[in-house]
């Protein structure tokens, strides 16, 4: 928990509150303000390696409540310590956006567009966030919880705009 | 319809007769490994821009995962990087033993390593056998596939299966080895390292491999590490981290090994760094078998590990029938699972495979994500093409070792 | 009149004659690569057509014939067509000219050496037109690697050729082979070492075979030119490749390995030796493609521009000299 009191102390106003799990140290941030904290975690501390950047929608979870839906996960890893950090951020239903880090890691650009595609959290000051996964004129964010797992089965756009043009043609 | 990707036509004034060529190379090409698409932006031959396109071997692996319990999404662990497929396992099994707090037998845990072992030579091996096709060289391509063969026999030994094995199991493995098993593998053990001084004879002091492989895609350490580079492409550029050494899972803790590193980051170096690795790999195998003589006769599985079989179904969950799948029967709920999350990585011969999952005290997980190496290496594509001609986009889609069931998941 | 007919008779059947010999060669030719890399590869090869499957080549060509002939839509149709007659006659052609045995060959003209290279120049543009026509891009990708190609092989195996030409002092092929003949080696192999090096690879080169495939570069541009041809059309850019194999072989062993000479006589098989020669350089090639990675588009240029040309000039300037002094 060393690390969690020196953020602590370092952004009062960004860290929210932390605990630890069984691989690592958990910190849950503020929105406003993570890049500072990315930034300085990722400059002086020495966390250069980003594993894993991904979102978590947390409607009807039973366990907990939490008043923001969606959740964003960053895992940091610092080779020198060899320490595990998992950054939190949560992010509200109404206005879905997080901070990009593209800045920091141009790895995370595929992730944040990932985390797009299927979770519909827009990222900011992201340089080029499409679809990655999913066709582009994809409607709905699949990894959602409300998003069906059955569904009427249903022709995609495109393909009926396909069947259209050469069923004309004959 | 926006499939197609729109093209900016750069204009250079009205009279010029400049315009960028492009070429659209895959998803269906016999180099890009699978269903890749690149969308080229060329000068001559001469890449100015790159854009890979995945997403045509998507099948919503996470999404189905939240829908299976524990135990069955290790058998869609194996769809992801299918050439290694036991190591896929193995990081499904850490996760969830994390999470479930269970103790893995040492006996287990020394399999474990032989499996995920053989997985990586295989992996190599293929990556390997590709590489050298992709830049001309037809016969290591066979070399190698007969050398993979081998060892999918074994696979077959030990599990029934080849490819898809789903063998490594929630507590432990499915079964314990046959004697002749281990036979097999220590004289596969013996042989193997000839073999890969045969490759190396074949193209390590090759004129022509060097020169389409020195200096080719340079990535520099800062430069790996923000591109998200792991595994054997990181340490091509000099970097030794490697998450049997960091992070130690399974019985990579007792077992001895040297972690290779290159020195200029090219491709060259990469190859490099694969080949000490397939000897490693080579060599863990043997120390484990010597060690699975001590643990003879110990179970294979923790006692208290989950239901191996289907759960019991019950019939009325569903309240409507389905149109077309008619009455669903969902496995009965057992709460046996704690509240919380977890996370595991190890070293598939890819990179670093990690899995997150949260869990919300239900047998299915609430969220499972699984960062693969392949997805973030086709990313550093465009970055590691830039300059480049075609015909070394080719060698560094075959140096970054892709699979692409194991980008789109 | 009697001795035209007769003269005539003879030309047309020797004609028939070696064009049915060539053209099993070139079937033949597909089928021993085939096998002999399965040999190095550890694997059986063609082995269901006929015993040890030797009908094998026949079947392709029955399986290539009967195919549809599909033309894509928005080719330049024309040249379409043509371009793999184009390649296949350009690469055949030569055959004609090579000395087979003493005082045999089809047609024995004074420019023999400059016809051939003529004609294997002129079928680079069977390739680079079946680029163009195909209206594919990598089938244009391919036919432009193939001009690249031919600028600057074309140069590196003129020069080669010209230093026997110097030694010869004629461009009569079957003077060429009597003048081997009476010189002090026997081949020109020996006092030509570096004239053959640069022609063998610049043979390899020109007949678009590994290490410098690159207009059909498989893992690159799929199949480079004729990525859009199938059936007949594509079977014809085959034949085409290893005719001109067989040609460049041919030349080889005119111009460097003493014709039709042999270290004794064999009976009654005049062309014996010339036939062991040919068959051993085709080996040679099949050998290489087995073993070697291909080159880049750039680094071939390299090799043609940086080594072959400077060392076919320095040859040829070694030659000059020596003749001038002896």
Same mark, same amino acid.
């Given at each position: 928990?060393?690390?969690?009191?020196?953020?602590k102390?370092?952004?009062?106003?960004?860290?929210?509150?932390?605990?630890?799990?069984?691989?690592?140290?958990?910190?849950?941030?503020?929105?406003?303000?993570?890049?500072?904290?990315?930034?300085?975690?990722?400059q002086e501390?020495?966390?250069? %390696?980003?594993?894993? #950047?991904c979102?978590?929608?947390? =409607?009807?979870? /039973?366990?907990k409540t939490? &008043? *923001?839906?969606?959740?964003?996960?960053? %895992?940091?890893?610092? #080779?020198?310590e060899?320490k595990? =950090?998992?950054? /939190?951020?949560?992010?509200? &239903? *109404?206005?879905p956006?997080q901070y990009?880090?593209?800045?920091?890691w141009?790895?995370?650009?595929?992730?944040?567009?990932?985390?797009?595609?299927?979770?519909?959290?827009?990222?900011?000051?992201?340089?080029?966030l499409?679809?990655?996964?999913?066709?582009?004129?994809?409607k709905?964010?699949?990894?959602?919880?409300?998003?069906?797992?059955?569904?009427?089965?249903?022709?995609?756009?495109?393909?009926?705009v396909?069947?259209?043009k050469y069923?004309?043609?004959? | 319809?926006?499939?197609?990707?729109?093209?900016?036509?750069?204009?250079?004034?009205?009279?010029?007769?400049?315009?960028?060529?492009?070429?659209?190379?895959?998803?269906?090409?016999?180099?890009?490994?699978?269903?890749?698409?690149?969308?080229l932006?060329?000068?001559g031959?001469t890449?100015?821009?790159?854009?890979p396109?995945?997403?045509?071997?998507?099948?919503?692996?996470?999404?189905?995962?939240?829908?299976?319990n524990?135990?069955?999404?290790?058998?869609?662990?194996?769809?992801?990087?299918?050439?290694?497929?036991?190591?896929?396992?193995?990081?499904?099994?850490?996760?969830?033993?994390?999470?479930?707090?269970l103790?893995?037998?040492?006996?287990?845990?020394?399999i474990?390593?032989?499996v995920?072992?053989?997985?990586?030579?295989?992996?190599?091996?293929?990556?390997?056998?590709?590489h050298?096709?992709?830049?001309?060289?037809?016969t290591?391509?066979?070399?190698?596939?007969?050398?993979?063969?081998?060892l999918?026999?074994?696979?077959?030994?030990?599990?029934?299966?080849?490819?898809?094995?789903?063998?490594?199991?929630?507590?432990g493995?499915?079964r314990?080895?046959?004697?002749?098993?281990i036979?097999?593998?220590?004289?596969?053990?013996?042989?193997?390292?000839?073999?890969?001084?045969?490759?190396?004879?074949?193209?390590?002091?090759?004129r022509?491999?060097?020169?389409?492989?020195?200096?080719i895609?340079?990535?520099?350490?800062?430069?790996?590490?923000?591109?998200?580079?792991?595994?054997?492409?990181?340490?091509?550029?000099?970097?030794?981290?490697?998450?049997?050494?960091?992070?130690?899972?399974?019985?990579?803790?007792?077992?001895?090994?040297?972690?290779?590193?290159?020195?200029n980051?090219?491709?060259?170096?990469?190859?490099?760094?694969?080949?000490?690795e397939?000897?490693?790999?080579?060599?863990?195998?043997?120390?484990?078998?010597?060690?699975?003589?001590?643990?003879?006769?110990?179970?294979?599985?923790?006692?208290?590990s989950?239901?191996?079989?289907?759960?019991?179904?019950?019939?009325?969950?569903?309240?409507?029938?389905?149109p077309?799948?008619?009455?669903?029967?969902?496995?009965?709920?057992k709460?046996i699972v704690?509240?919380?999350?977890?996370?595991a990585s190890?070293?598939?011969?890819?990179?670093?495979?990690?899995?997150?999952?949260?869990?919300?005290g239900s047998?299915?997980p609430w969220?499972?994500?699984?960062?693969?190496?392949?997805f973030?290496?086709?990313?550093?594509i465009?970055?590691?093409t830039?300059?480049?001609?075609?015909?070394?986009?080719?060698?560094?889609?075959?140096?970054l070792d892709?699979?692409?069931?194991?980008?789109d998941? | 009149?009697?001795?035209?007919w007769?003269?005539?008779?003879?030309?047309l059947?020797g004609?028939?004659?070696?064009?049915?010999v060539?053209?099993?060669?070139?079937a033949?030719?597909?089928?021993?690569?085939?096998?002999?890399?399965?040999?190095?590869?550890?694997?059986?090869?063609?082995?269901?057509?006929?015993?040890?499957?030797?009908?094998?080549?026949?079947?392709?060509?029955l399986?290539?014939?009967?195919?549809?002939?599909?033309i894509?839509?928005?080719v330049?149709?024309?040249?379409?067509?043509?371009?793999?007659?184009?390649?296949?006659v350009?690469?055949?052609?030569?055959?004609?000219?090579?000395?087979?045995?003493?005082?045999?060959?089809?047609?024995?003209?004074?420019?023999?050496?400059?016809?051939i290279?003529?004609?294997?120049?002129?079928?680079?543009?069977?390739?680079?037109?079946?680029?163009?026509?195909?209206n594919?891009?990598?089938?244009?990708l391919?036919?432009?690697?193939?001009?690249?190609q031919?600028?600057?092989y074309?140069?590196?195996?003129?020069?080669?050729?010209?230093?026997?030409?110097?030694?010869?002092?004629?461009?009569?092929?079957g003077?060429i082979?009597?003048?081997?003949?009476?010189?002090?080696f026997?081949v020109?192999?020996?006092?030509?070492l570096?004239?053959?090096f640069v022609?063998?690879v610049?043979?390899?080169?020109?007949?678009?075979?590994?290490?410098?495939?690159?207009?059909?570069?498989?893992?690159?541009?799929?199949?480079?030119?004729?990525?859009?041809?199938?059936?007949?059309?594509?079977?014809?850019?085959?034949l085409?490749?290893?005719?001109?194999?067989l040609?460049?072989?041919?030349?080889?062993?005119?111009?460097?390995?003493?014709?039709?000479?042999?270290?004794?006589?064999?009976p009654y098989?005049?062309?014996f030796?010339?036939?062991?020669?040919?068959?051993?350089?085709l080996?040679?090639?099949?050998?290489?493609?087995?073993t070697?990675?291909?080159?880049r588009?750039?680094?071939?240029?390299?090799?043609?521009?940086?080594v072959?040309?400077?060392?076919?000039?320095?040859?040829?300037f070694?030659?000059?000299?020596?003749?001038?002094?002896?």
């Open positions: 928990m060393a690390l969690y009191e020196e953020l102390t370092k952004f009062p106003e960004i860290v929210k509150e932390g605990f630890q799990e069984v691989d690592g140290e958990v910190v849950v941030c503020n929105r406003e303000g993570f890049l500072d904290l990315i930034t300085w975690l990722k501390k020495g966390f250069i %390696h980003l594993i894993d #950047l979102g978590v929608d947390y =409607l009807g979870y /039973k366990p939490f &008043e *923001e839906r969606f959740e964003v996960v960053y %895992h940091v890893y610092n #080779l020198d060899k595990l =950090l998992r950054l /939190k951020v949560r992010v509200p &239903e *109404e206005d956006w990009s880090i593209t800045s920091l141009k790895e995370a650009n595929w992730f944040e567009r990932e985390c797009f595609d299927m979770f519909g959290i827009v990222f900011k000051g992201h340089p080029d499409r679809r990655v996964l999913m066709p582009e004129d994809w709905g964010y699949p990894l959602r919880k409300d998003y069906p797992l059955f569904s009427e089965e249903e022709d995609w756009e495109p393909y009926k396909l069947l259209e069923k004309r043609r004959g | 319809m926006s499939l197609v990707l729109e093209v900016n036509k750069k204009q250079k004034g009205k009279d010029s007769w400049e315009e960028p060529f492009y070429l659209n190379m895959g998803p269906q090409h016999p180099s890009t490994h699978g269903v890749l698409r690149l969308f932006e060329l000068e031959e890449i100015v821009n790159c854009d396109i995945i997403g045509y071997l998507h099948r919503g692996i996470e999404k189905l995962a939240e829908n299976l524990y135990n069955q999404t290790i058998v869609l662990s194996d769809r992801l990087d299918y050439i290694s497929s036991a190591a896929n396992n193995v990081a499904f099994a850490l996760a969830f033993e994390k999470l479930l707090r103790e893995v037998p040492r006996r287990a845990k020394l474990r390593t032989i995920s072992e053989m997985a990586r030579i295989c992996s190599h091996l293929l990556w390997l056998a590709t050298a096709l992709d830049i001309g060289a037809m290591v391509f066979l070399y190698c596939f007969r050398d993979r063969e081998w999918l026999n074994i696979y077959e030994r030990i599990c029934g299966a080849r490819l898809t094995h789903s063998y490594v199991r929630v507590g493995v499915r314990d080895f046959e004697p002749e098993v036979e097999e593998l220590y004289r596969f053990v013996e042989e193997f390292p000839k073999r890969i001084t045969d490759y190396e004879t074949l193209i390590d002091t090759n022509i491999w060097l020169k389409r492989t020195k200096n895609a340079v990535v520099s350490t800062e430069e790996a590490f923000n591109l998200g580079l792991t595994g054997p492409c990181l340490r091509g550029s000099g970097v030794s981290y490697d998450v049997r050494k960091f992070r130690p899972y399974d019985a990579y803790s007792e077992v001895e090994f040297e972690v290779p590193i290159g020195q980051g090219d491709t060259y170096d990469r190859y490099r760094v694969r080949m000490i397939l000897r490693q790999s080579n060599w863990i195998i043997k120390q484990c078998l010597d060690r699975l003589s001590e643990t003879e006769g110990e179970a294979v599985l923790a006692e208290n989950p239901d191996l079989l289907m759960p019991e179904k019950v019939r009325e969950v569903s309240a409507q029938p389905h077309k799948l008619g009455v669903m029967f969902k496995p009965k709920e709460e704690p509240v919380g999350e977890a996370f190890i070293e598939s011969p890819k990179g670093e495979l990690s899995v997150y999952v949260v869990s919300d047998s299915r969220r499972l994500r699984i960062r693969t190496p392949s973030v290496h086709i990313s550093a465009s970055h590691m830039k300059g480049h001609m075609i015909a070394d986009l080719v060698a560094i889609i075959g140096t892709i699979v692409l069931g194991d980008s998941r | 009149m009697e001795d035209l007769s003269n005539l008779f003879w030309f059947a004609t028939v004659i070696l064009l049915i060539s053209l099993l060669h070139v033949y030719l597909t089928y021993a690569e085939r096998k002999i890399i399965a040999r190095m590869q550890q694997r059986l090869g063609p082995n269901r057509v006929g015993p040890r499957g030797l009908l094998q080549p026949i079947a392709d060509m399986k290539l014939l009967t195919k549809e002939d599909i894509p839509a928005q330049d149709r024309p040249v379409f067509y043509i371009a793999p007659f184009i390649s296949l350009c690469a055949g052609t030569g055959i004609a000219l090579v000395p087979l045995w003493e005082n045999f060959v089809i047609s024995n003209i004074n420019v023999g050496l400059l016809f290279l003529a004609l294997s120049s002129l079928s680079a543009y069977g390739v680079i037109l079946s680029g163009w026509a195909s594919s891009r990598y089938a244009f391919g036919g432009l690697r193939a001009s690249a031919v600028i600057s074309e140069i590196a195996m003129s020069l080669a050729l010209l230093s026997v030409v110097l030694m010869a002092g004629s461009l009569n092929l003077d082979v009597r003048a081997q003949i009476n010189s002090p026997k020109y192999l020996i006092p030509q570096i004239g053959f022609f063998i610049s043979a390899v080169a020109e007949c678009n075979r590994t290490p410098f495939d690159l207009p059909e570069a498989e893992t690159e541009l799929v199949a480079g030119y004729f990525v859009e041809y199938s059936g007949m059309r594509f079977a014809l850019f085959y085409a490749e290893y005719f001109g194999m040609v460049m072989s041919a030349l080889a062993v005119t111009c460097f390995l003493g014709g039709w000479a042999g270290p004794f006589e064999v098989v005049p062309f030796w010339f036939v062991v020669k040919v068959y051993a350089l080996f040679f090639y099949i050998w290489i493609r087995a070697l990675p291909r080159y588009y750039d680094q071939l240029m390299d090799l043609g521009w940086k072959l040309i400077p060392l076919g000039l320095i040859n040829l070694l030659t000059a000299l020596i003749k001038l002094i002896f």
